[in-house]
């Protein structure tokens, strides 16, 4: 960050969501609730693949590093927002709200590699059943997880930098629950543009390409699909990747609608209802609806709490 951002704003006012006093303290317990039930469920999901033999799978695999991801965005953004719903606004210094912007970019690029990742697996797991565990080994499954989460947070780091570069010498309130890219974009009293399309550009590997391959990848496993001749073979396929279809649906669904609304003061609350949806809502959605699609994870489930015979 340069020097002249430092000596004309130290710190963004972050509003949050400006609720009524009267639905604080209801606002800050349901949040909470969410919060733990997040951590609770996505770590409950990694102790599962990590205990259960049955559960040595690719699927199940990548499946707990969605869960990590989960867990490493909502930390990042939801202790903060439980400090702001309570004291209805929030001061955070500017190096720190460039840090928890780049950080949310990391693990939704995460999120958005490793979604794709997920639809490759289920792509060869219906396409190429009888190569799939040939295919799809430990060296295969252990690049793809760990490229995702280098290009996640290497990425990001182009975009991160810009923004540091903007100058900051007027209002320092942030109409939002975090610290996003439209505040930093609105608030800036530089010029924008180039930094701005360098980030829509920069974007572009990180959101449409892998969104564009789990649209083809769906292609051809619904291509697959309906060439299986019977009907339960076709239901057991489809409900091998109806739980991951129904969390991109979930995730990219929300984050397009988010990015693609012009930045509007009147839409600002529509904007920060949407970010919920896939900052807390999606994390919160994930490990129930894996569990409650999946009886392999209900089985494991079941075993570690009536402390039944190791899994």
Not at 247 to 276: D, F, Q, R, W
């Amino acid at each position: 960050m340069s020097e002249g951002n430092q000596s004309a704003i130290l710190f963004f006012r972050l509003l949050g969501f400006q609720n009524p006093n009267g639905l604080k303290i209801p606002l800050f317990c349901a949040f909470l609730a969410i919060y733990v039930f997040i951590l609770l469920g996505n770590l409950l999901i990694m102790i599962l693949v990590i205990s259960s033999q049955k559960l040595k799978t690719p699927m199940y695999f990548f499946l707990s590093h969605l869960s990590l991801c989960d867990v490493f965005c909502t930390t990042n953004i939801i202790p903060n927002m439980l400090h702001i719903v309570m004291l209805d606004v929030m001061s955070m210094p500017v190096p720190e709200c460039f840090i928890q912007f780049y950080l949310f970019g990391c693990t939704t690029s995460t999120e958005s590699f490793l979604l794709t990742v997920m639809s490759y697996d289920r792509y060869l797991a219906i396409s190429y059943p009888l190569h799939y565990f040939t295919i799809m080994d430990f060296r295969l499954r252990l690049l793809l997880a760990v490229g995702s989460w280098v290009l996640g947070f290497a990425l990001t780091l182009i975009p991160g930098i810009l923004v540091t570069t903007l100058q900051f010498c007027g209002p320092n309130v942030i109409d939002h629950f975090f610290c996003d890219l439209a505040p930093f974009l609105k608030l800036s009293c530089s010029d924008v543009y180039v930094v701005q399309t360098e980030i829509i550009v920069f974007s572009l590997p990180v959101i449409l390409l892998p969104f564009l391959f789990i649209i083809a990848s769906y292609v051809n496993i619904f291509c697959s699909i309906m060439k299986i001749s019977s009907m339960y073979g076709r239901e057991k396929a489809f409900s091998t990747c109806s739980s991951h279809l129904t969390v991109v649906c979930t995730y990219y669904g929300t984050l397009i609608i988010v990015y693609m609304v012009p930045a509007n003061e009147n839409l600002s609350s529509i904007n920060k209802s949407l970010s919920l949806l896939y900052i807390v809502i999606t994390p919160l959605f994930n490990p129930v609806i894996y569990s409650l699609r999946n009886k392999e994870l209900q089985t494991a489930m079941r075993k570690i709490i009536w402390n039944k015979k190791p899994i």
